[in-house]
Every structure is written in structure tokens, then in C-alpha cells.
């Protein structure tokens, strides 16, 4: 079954908002990581974590392996930040389950 | 800046065709991995290799083919393709951490 739910499936903020997204797995990850797609389809990495919280900017990422989630919050949005974003965890055994992803888009 | 390459960006063929997609990484890493992505945007990984040996070959039909040269190369080969296997094919490496780090995809059409 499925491994990874990420929610939510689609987010509209406007510029200078903030919000949360989030991974809820269903076992145990080894660590998670957040990736943004490009406007070329690429996929840029965020954050990766093993535990705790990582900083970066505008953007925040949480991960708890014990309570199996993991988030990514967003502050002060811009219209930049528009995309898709994934998360990505370890299950172990060179493996790695994707969430299904949230289309974020930031408008004026 | 890009350090995982993947050739071709497009490939457009018909069904029944072989087609083999490229990757190489510059990062030194031990592990590739091939992921497709669905229409649906879906990632799911396919195959995994670390130091040239599979160590994951996920439920794919066996007209896929994983092929490593090298641990820095990840090949993957499509015998006779049928529709289904119009995707987006991702090619990651990871250091001892499995942090993946991605190409940009090869985009397969199959008409």
C-alpha cells in the first residue's frame, strides 16, 4: 500500500502568506526530503533530514521519524515559489517512496 | 548546476521499438536509481544500484533493463515498448546518505 500521503494536493496562497505542507507515512522512514520542480521539470532539492528541523530562508522543514510526518512550511510567499513540491522518504534498503505531490501557486 | 546527466531529453517512437535512455553522475556517488513518473506525476522507483550490483529491482515489466558500466553510469534499456511506458524517466544518484539528487528526466512517447 501506499507509503507516503502528502496533502495537500493543491495550495493557493497569496504573495506574502504562509503555509504548511505535509507528509504522513504509514511505517517508519530512515529520513525525508523535500524537492520543488523547476519550471524545466527538474527536480531541485530542499531540505533532507534525518530528524529535527532545517532552515532555509523562507522555507522550514520537520521531520519525525517516531510520529511519521514530516512538513514543510513556507513563509512569506512569493510569486517565485509557485511549483510542484514532493517529498521523498528512505524506507531503508537503498529505497525511496515519493508523495504525490502539491501544486502550489502563489499569486499577486 | 547540474551533476546527474541524462540523454535524450525527448524520445518520440512507436510501439514494439527498443529504446535505451543514459545517465551519468559526477558526484562520486556509490547509488543510481531509475524512477519513472507517471502521468499522474506519480514518482516510483524502478531500479537502484549501488557500486554497479542491483540491490532494487521494483515490480517492472521485464522488457526494462537496468545496465551499469560503472558506478557513475545508469543505463536503461526498453525492449519492444508498449504505451503504458509513456513517462518521464528520472535518473538520481545518492551518497552513503540516500540523498537523491536528479537529472532532468528523458520524456518517453510511445505512438
Known amino acids: 500500500g501506499d507509503q507516503v500521503e502528502q496533502s495537500p494536493s493543491a495550495l493557493s496562497l497569496h504573495e506574502g502568506t504562509g503555509s504548511a505542507l505535509r507528509c504522513n507515512f504509514t511505517?517508519?522512514?530512515?529520513?525525508v526530503q523535500w524537492f520543488r520542480k523547476n519550471s524545466r521539470g527538474s527536480l531541485i532539492n530542499l531540505f533532507y533530514?534525518?530528524?529535527g528541523t532545517k532552515e532555509n530562508g523562507r522555507l522550514k522543514s520537520a521531520f519525525d521519524s517516531k510520529e511519521r510526518y514530516s512538513t514543510l512550511h513556507i513563509r512569506d510567499a512569493q510569486l517565485e515559489d509557485s511549483g510542484t513540491y514532493f517529498c521523498?522518504?528512505?524506507?531503508?534498503?537503498?529505497?525511496?517512496?515519493f508523495g504525490s505531490g502539491t501544486r502550489l501557486l502563489v499569486s499577486p | 548546476e547540474t551533476a546527474v546527466f541524462q540523454t535524450p531529453n525527448y524520445h518520440v517512437t512507436q510501439v514494439g521499438n527498443e529504446v535505451s535512455f543514459n545517465c551519468k553522475q559526477t558526484?562520486?556517488?556509490?547509488?543510481m536509481y531509475w524512477y519513472k513518473q507517471d502521468s499522474k506525476k506519480l514518482l516510483k522507483i524502478m531500479f537502484s544500484?549501488?557500486?554497479?550490483?542491483?540491490?532494487v529491482n521494483e515490480t517492472v515489466p521485464r522488457r526494462f533493463s537496468p545496465q551499469s558500466s560503472d558506478k557513475a553510469h545508469l543505463n536503461l534499456r526498453i525492449k519492444s515498448v508498449e504505451p503504458e511506458d509513456s513517462a518521464v524517466y528520472l535518473c538520481?544518484?545518492?551518497?552513503?546518505?540516500?540523498?537523491?539528487?536528479f537529472g532532468p528526466g528523458t520524456r518517453l512517447t510511445v505512438l
Open positions: 544500484y549501488n557500486n554497479k550490483q542491483l540491490i
Open positions: 511505517t517508519t522512514m530512515r529520513a
Open positions: 558526484l562520486g556517488h556509490d547509488t
Open positions: 538520481a544518484s545518492s551518497p552513503s546518505s540516500y540523498e537523491q539528487y
Open positions: 521523498a522518504a528512505e524506507t531503508g534498503g537503498y529505497k525511496v517512496v
Open positions: 533530514l534525518a530528524s
